[in-house]
């Protein structure tokens, strides 16, 4: 018997095991699908998921395979630059094709000893007081102490968990590809330059190596999008339906489909079966924030299921998974609704849209809106307390280096500036740094190892209270 059992080997679901490795939790990872997928639904990544490999020490692989971008244009399209000083030092957006970022993803969790087993299909499973039993398509079973399904928007481990997914069913479906294109580049950038002005769903845009990324909305909406690969002629009918050329492209690499539905799961956990990433919530892909709140789902779970199965949580720490991570997606649901609308053709939606966009000449609008597609904005409800408390903590400057690369091992963080205070008892789940930050606005704070604020002040007395809350009591 394993510790955990994570079904789904997309990013929501790896990054959970290399959380969970990071404090000597055994995962299996299955996976139903013989072979990563090559088809690149997510462009990029956001400043908050950057963050959080840079919290772990696994930001440069990834840096290093992307390109940055201005982080200005991501609320529904509209055109405004971002604005100045966003709290982060990833301020840009990292272009990186998700079939990039899944194997990076995958090879660290590997690499802390995760299992992936590929061409591993769950079917069903049944929980009891002392664990989960998880059945295969190959008629074997696999035993764990808990189970995650990280199974995309049509979880089997949802379904079978019994869960409602309650939101709107898809009324838009795209088709989606990367192909070559015998069309001279300059007549396919004007074509689509106008398209654009009043189709904000169409897009036919480089995607290196001669090819390009294509994109427009499809005849129907089909009811089983994964049993319904698009073809090309697909592809070709509906270029032609709505720009009058089908810029000759051929050859393609890869096609697919999506849709708009938006949905998310009521609960994400039952007893010892827990939900994340798209499989606890789906929505359209605008903003790109799908695979960047699957990656924070993990990284909220990972230390809280951890210290479960290491027998130190506090009473109703897993709960607080739900409880914190349901109003993020919840949040995020609701701009990408307002996107949509915003994105339609239809007269009244392009009226709201040129008032929008008078709107975000404000600074504090522009800030605002951004901040919530780059989850630059998530504060978690702790209670009444300090201003920082709930809050996502920075990469601080500190004297002796900086805070995020104390962060590595996935443990609490007390930063302590007066030097008097204590973490005695906690030794084996907190870490204390006495150092000095001039952006800490605080006398000391403790971070949990997702980088939120848990306690800010300088009283013993009430670091203890944090600590008790947050990371068990003291031995």
């Not at 993803?105 to 995760?114: P, Q, Y």
């Not at 069903?124 to 995309?152: K, M, N, W």
């Not at 007066?418 to 000095?436: K, N, Y």
Request: aromatic residues 6%; charged residues 25%; negative net charge.
């Amino acid at each position: 018997m394993t510790d955990v059992i994570v079904v789904g080997a997309g990013p929501a679901g790896v990054m959970l095991a290399a959380e969970l490795r990071l404090h000597g939790v055994g995962v299996t990872v299955l996976e139903k699908d013989e072979r990563p997928a090559e088809f690149v639904r997510a462009l990029g990544m956001h400043s908050r998921s950057m963050e959080l490999l840079d919290q772990r020490g696994m930001l440069g692989p990834f840096l290093a395979a992307g390109s940055t971008h201005p982080a200005g244009g991501f609320f529904a399209g509209i055109a405004k630059a971002a604005p100045e000083h966003l709290d982060t030092t990833h301020p840009y957006v990292l272009g990186l094709p998700q079939p990039v970022t899944d194997r990076l993803l995958a090879e660290h969790a590997v690499a802390a000893g995760a299992e992936i087993r590929r061409g591993c299909e769950v079917t069903g499973f049944v929980q009891d007081e002392d664990g989960v039993t998880a059945s295969l398509a190959d008629g074997s079973s696999l035993r764990a102490r808990y189970l995650v399904g990280c199974d995309g928007g049509r979880s089997t481990v949802r379904k079978a968990l019994g869960v409602a997914f309650p939101g709107e069913p898809a009324r838009r479906e795209m088709l989606l590809g990367e192909m070559e294109a015998t069309a001279d580049p300059a007549e396919i950038t004007a074509v689509v330059m106008e398209i654009r002005k009043t189709n904000l769903w169409f897009g036919v845009g480089p995607a290196g190596n001669g090819r390009y990324r294509v994109v427009v909305p499809a005849a129907e909406v089909v009811e089983d999008r994964a049993a319904r690969t698009p073809t090309l002629d697909e592809v070709k009918q509906q270029l032609r339906a709505y720009s009058g050329t089908d810029f000759g492209v051929h050859s393609p690499r890869w096609l697919s489909r999506f849709g708009d539905a938006t949905r998310q799961a009521e609960h994400y956990r039952s007893g010892r079966v827990l939900l994340a990433g798209d499989a606890a919530h789906v929505h359209p892909p605008l903003g790109g924030q799908g695979l960047n709140l699957g990656i924070q789902d993990a990284v909220n779970l990972g230390w809280k299921l951890a210290a479960e199965v290491n027998g130190w949580a506090p009473d109703s720490l897993l709960d607080t998974y739900e409880t914190e991570r349901h109003p993020v997606a919840e949040a995020v649901l609701t701009n990408v609704r307002a996107q949509s609308v915003l994105m339609s053709p239809d007269p009244d939606s392009r009226a709201m849209r040129r008032l929008m966009t008078e709107l975000m000449e404000f600074e504090e609008v522009n800030r605002l809106l951004l901040e919530k597609v780059l989850a630059l904005d998530v504060r978690y409800d702790f209670g009444p307390g300090h201003p920082l408390l709930g809050r996502r903590m920075p990469d601080l400057p500190l004297k002796h280096g900086r805070l995020y690369a104390r962060m590595h091992r996935g443990r609490g963080v007390l930063l302590d500036q007066t030097g008097t205070l204590s973490g005695a008892g906690w030794e084996d789940r907190v870490d204390v740094v006495a150092d000095v930050s001039e952006a800490l606005a605080a006398p000391a704070a403790l971070i949990r190892p997702d980088g939120h604020v848990a306690w800010a002040g300088e009283d013993q007395a009430g670091l203890n209270a944090g600590l008790e809350r947050w990371f068990g009591t003291a031995r």
